[in-house]
């Protein structure tokens, strides 16, 4: 499978997913490490996430399939949402916790 099939897959049959440096348990950036932060200030316990790291090919074919040069990227209801600035900025202004609504499990 080439790997813009393997992403397209991926974020199409999860209904979050977070391509980071690291693991949720064990970010390796600030960047990603905030993110995860966000998602989970939002009520996500548990999403799929990629660590980039683990795989040259997925590192850059993300930058790709997003045209998007950065990591962190957050995918939801396979759309790409952004990076880190972006996902902050929507959290602050309540714009992630709506689009997330529905996938949260209740507190």
């Given amino acids: 499978m080439d790997v813009q099939q393997l992403i397209r897959e ?3 049959s ?3 997913v977070l391509y980071m440096k ?3 348990q064990f970010p390796q950036c ?3 490490a905030m993110t995860v932060q966000i998602l989970r200030a939002c009520g996500l316990s ?3 996430s990629v660590n980039v790291l683990e795989d040259p090919r997925i590192r850059s074919g993300i930058k790709e ?3 998007w040069p950065t990591i ?3 995918y939801v209801r396979g759309e790409f949402i952004g990076g880190c600035d972006i996902v902050r900025e929507m959290y602050e ?3 992630l916790q709506q689009l997330l609504e529905g996938l949260v499990e209740a507190r």
């Fill in 72 to 74: 962190p990227q957050l």
């Fill in 46 to 48: 548990s999403f799929f």
């Fill in 14 to 16: 999860h209904p979050v």
């Fill in 93 to 95: 202004h309540g714009e």
């Fill in 30 to 32: 600030g960047f990603s």
């Fill in 10 to 12: 991926q974020v199409t």
């Fill in 65 to 67: 399939y997003a045209n």
């Fill in 22 to 24: 690291g693991t949720p």
